[in-house]
């Protein structure tokens, strides 16, 4: 039985960097074309998520665990920005009733 470094570098790297190159674009067009502040702070985290795949494969094909831990630490800060950023969309809700990122644009005016 193969172990899963193994059976992980049986799909070639290419496929790997396509794969989070989609998905890091997909993230770019959600923050360029949405107005709407939730879709923008999870197109953000797509963006996020496509990085730590990539760094993951790369530390899987080349059999170094320092990329890993590296994901598991971005993991730990991006479920605190998730928290921070959630809380702060709340509260501006709260205030405007809206989470339109033109409505905000306005108002710092």
Same mark, same amino acid.
């Given at each position: 039985?193969?172990? #899963?470094?193994? *059976?992980l570098?049986?799909?070639p &790297?290419?496929?790997?960097?396509l794969?989070s190159? $989609?998905?890091?674009?997909?993230? #770019?067009?959600g *923050?360029?074309?949405?107005r709407?502040? #939730? #879709? @923008?702070?999870?197109a953000?985290e797509?963006?996020?998520?496509?990085?730590n795949l &990539?760094?993951?494969?790369? !530390? !899987? %094909?080349?059999?170094?665990? $320092?990329?890993?831990?590296?994901v598991?630490?971005i993991m730990? *800060?991006?479920?605190?920005?998730?928290?921070?950023?959630l809380a702060?969309? @709340?509260?501006? %809700?709260r205030?405007i009733? !809206?989470?339109d990122i033109? @409505?905000?644009? =306005?108002? =710092?005016?």
């Amino acid at each position: 039985m193969q172990s #899963i470094p193994e *059976v992980l570098r049986t799909i070639p &790297l290419t496929h790997y960097i396509l794969f989070s190159s $989609a998905l890091f674009c997909i993230g #770019i067009l959600g *923050v360029l074309t949405r107005r709407n502040a #939730i #879709i @923008v702070f999870m197109a953000i985290e797509l963006m996020l998520n496509a990085v730590n795949l &990539l760094l993951a494969a790369f !530390s !899987s %094909y080349y059999a170094d665990p $320092a990329g890993q831990i590296f994901v598991f630490f971005i993991m730990a *800060v991006a479920a605190a920005e998730v928290a921070v950023g959630l809380a702060i969309i @709340v509260m501006i %809700y709260r205030n405007i009733q !809206s989470i339109d990122i033109g @409505v905000l644009n =306005k108002i =710092k005016n």
